[in-house]
């Protein structure tokens, strides 16, 4: 119960950071304004991982240890969160304010959403997989924790390495875990089945929320269309297992690795910038998705394939058919730190040397 209850505790202040940073980003001018809590949500969501990329890729290849990249993180959120609370308090409290006059006035559609995904959370913390896969990312983080080094630790051996692959060159999704899990004093077994699993399946649910508001903007009624909307989606995810390489089965499995936020989360929320670039054509969403191409590649490799081609092929149809020349340039920017790892990918760039 005590785990239980921390996993929780953890969970509700990770979102409540994503809300702070969401509302911060809002009130910079090269950052699109946003209003809904969802969409705060999903710009803090990058905006966090980016932040802690920045951090954190310095102090893995110059060595650093993961009790000093804890204090370094430490510090900034808390610079952060309190300049966040004192400069955009109002923003966050009307933020807070809009959710409950929403969970009232559409309390009947909403009980049966929440229900599901309480059930859909359960389900995923509960039946999460611990094949090879999980093992290894998983042991990724125990053993930066055992031995307070961000990489140069094999998982599976134990034993020390002088290389790290292309793959993981970018990825500081398990420094990350490391870092909260050093912080709250929690097992990364526990941590990642059950809080990073959860974050995946809110993130899902509420970037699909915000794309099917996109889809039935011009009804009166739209949220409770997306409501629905929203639930038929995440019912159909038990429809789609019957392999371990659907985006399904990762969610609902293996909800707590990278290439599951890949397939979930980001996925969808490159698509969201995308439609919210064309149906706005406010050009600072081109800003939103360089980031979200970094934060991909932060998290799984295979986000660096996937992701410019989700946004892309949307980006891509609006200026063949509006005739949109001017995007190109900006998007094809947008696109550069994949077109540098697909290139560095292609050419056979092994990694780097981290020691001697």
């Known amino acids: 119960m005590h785990q239980i209850l921390k996993a929780i505790i953890i969970l509700t202040l990770e979102l409540n950071i994503y809300v702070c940073f969401g509302c911060a980003m809002g009130k910079l001018r090269f950052f699109p304004e946003v209003s809904s809590l969802g969409g705060r949500l999903i710009n803090g969501f990058l905006g966090y991982h980016f932040v802690f990329w920045c951090m954190a890729l310095p102090c893995t290849y110059l060595k650093g240890s993961l009790h000093f990249t804890k204090i370094v993180w430490t510090v900034i959120i808390c610079v952060l969160l309190g300049g966040a609370g004192v400069l955009f308090h109002k923003e966050i409290s009307r933020a807070y304010k809009d959710l409950l006059a929403a969970l009232w006035k559409y309390k009947c559609y909403l009980i049966p959403c929440l229900a599901l995904h309480a059930f859909i959370l359960y389900y995923v913390c509960v039946n999460g997989q611990t094949d090879v896969d999980a093992r290894t990312y998983i042991g990724e983080v125990t053993s930066m924790i055992d031995t307070d080094r961000l990489t140069g630790i094999n998982p599976s051996t134990g034993l020390l390495i002088n290389t790290i692959r292309l793959k993981r060159s970018f990825s500081m999704f398990g420094v990350n875990s490391a870092v909260l899990c050093s912080m709250f ?3 990364p077994l526990i941590f990642c089945r059950t809080v990073r699993a959860a974050i ?3 993130m899902l649910a509420v970037v699909t929320f915000e794309i099917f508001q996109c889809v039935y903007r011009k009804y009166e009624d739209k949220r409770e269309h997306a409501i629905m ?12 297992t019957n ?11 293996r909800a707590y690795e990278g290439k599951a936020y890949c397939s979930g989360a980001l996925v969808l929320i490159a698509i969201y910038l995308a439609v919210r670039l064309c149906g706005t054509n406010d050009r600072k969403f081109f800003l939103l998705i360089f980031i979200g191409m970094i934060v991909g590649m932060s998290l799984s490799a295979s986000a660096g394939f996937i992701l410019p081609l989700a946004a892309g092929s949307v980006v891509c149809a609006y200026i063949a058919t509006e005739r949109k020349w001017n995007y190109i340039i900006p998007m094809v920017f947008s696109f550069v730190p994949n077109i540098i790892y697909i290139m560095m990918s292609i050419t056979g760039f092994a990694g780097f040397v981290l020691e001697g």
């Open 243 to 253: 392999s371990i390489y659907t985006s399904s089965s990762f969610i609902l499995y």
């Open 185 to 187: 004093h929690m097992h």
């Open 200 to 202: 995946n399946i809110i």
């Open 229 to 240: 909307a929203l639930m038929l989606a995440q019912c159909c995810l038990f429809l789609f």
